[in-house]
């Protein structure tokens, strides 16, 4: 079984910085490409960031050169680097990946249970 778990989230005032974390645990290898979403309240879910497992990125425009996804392949673990937070930035934030069950063996579009960011004004 493959799990997606987020932590980091929290409450932040308008211009701070938090740092989300999603670690993939179970019979895996490693991680491949992987994502951040976010879903507002009343909003469908958006892409906020991938990251390839080249490292190659990709970001919503509302948050470049605010916002920096990394990835640790020996943590099996993504991160998302919110920085000048803004209240637009509420939501639920939710990891997306796929992972490396074993040799060409790869499970695609787990989801965690989503962390919440709250941006005060």
């Known amino acids: 079984q493959v799990q997606l778990v987020e932590s980091g989230g929290g409450l932040v005032q308008a211009g701070g910085s938090l740092r989300l974390s999603c670690e993939a645990s179970g019979s895996i290898f490693s991680i491949n490409a992987m994502g951040w979403y976010r879903q507002a309240p009343g909003k469908q879910r958006e892409l906020v960031a991938t990251?390839?497992?080249?490292?190659?990125?990709n970001y919503a425009d509302s948050v470049k050169g605010r916002f920096t996804i990394t990835r640790d392949g020996a943590r099996n673990t993504v991160y998302l680097q919110m920085n000048s937070l803004k209240p637009e930035d509420t939501g639920i934030y939710y990891c997306?990946?796929?992972?490396?069950?074993?040799?060409?063996?790869?499970?695609?579009?787990?989801w965690g249970q989503g962390t919440q960011v709250t941006v005060s004004s």
């Open positions: 997306n990946g796929d992972v490396i069950r074993g040799p060409f063996i790869v499970e695609y579009d787990f």
């Open positions: 990251i390839t497992t080249g490292g190659s990125t």
